[in-house]
Nanobody, 128 residues
């Protein structure tokens, strides 16, 4: 069983930064492509970013590209989301998720139905 626990959310002003962490359990963490999704009140859950096991390939939603950075430390069983230049429209609950190892393409990883494990979410609020 894989468990994911997000942390690092909070309230920041526009233009500020936050770093989210997703601590995982499981002996095969490195085999899971990892992703971040977010959901704002009244809106659909949307893809934010994903990273494959090697760390060489990353994918970003256009809305966050250049501002957010996903990374992973397999030795620590942790994936991170560095968020800079935050905007009020970034306000949402952010979820860490693990996909099955056969999903490695940008097309596959942007769909939440391809992720089997989810964290509980962490709230990010950006004030104007």
């Amino acid at each position: 069983q894989v468990q994911l626990i997000e942390s690092g959310g909070g309230l920041v002003q526009a233009g500020g930064s936050l770093r989210l962490s997703c601590a995982t359990s499981g002996r095969t963490f490195s085999s899971y492509p990892m992703g971040w999704f977010r959901q704002a009140p009244g809106k659909e859950r949307e893809f934010v970013t994903a990273i494959i096991w090697s760390g060489y390939s990353t994918y970003y939603a256009d809305s966050v590209k250049g501002r957010f950075t996903i990374s992973r430390d397999n030795a620590k069983n942790t994936v991170y989301l560095q968020m800079n230049s935050l905007k009020p429209e970034d306000t949402a609950v952010y979820y860490c998720a693990a996909a099955r190892e056969n999903y490695t393409s940008s097309y596959s990883l942007r769909h939440d139905t391809n992720y089997n494990y989810w964290g509980q979410g962490t709230q990010v609020t950006v004030s104007s």
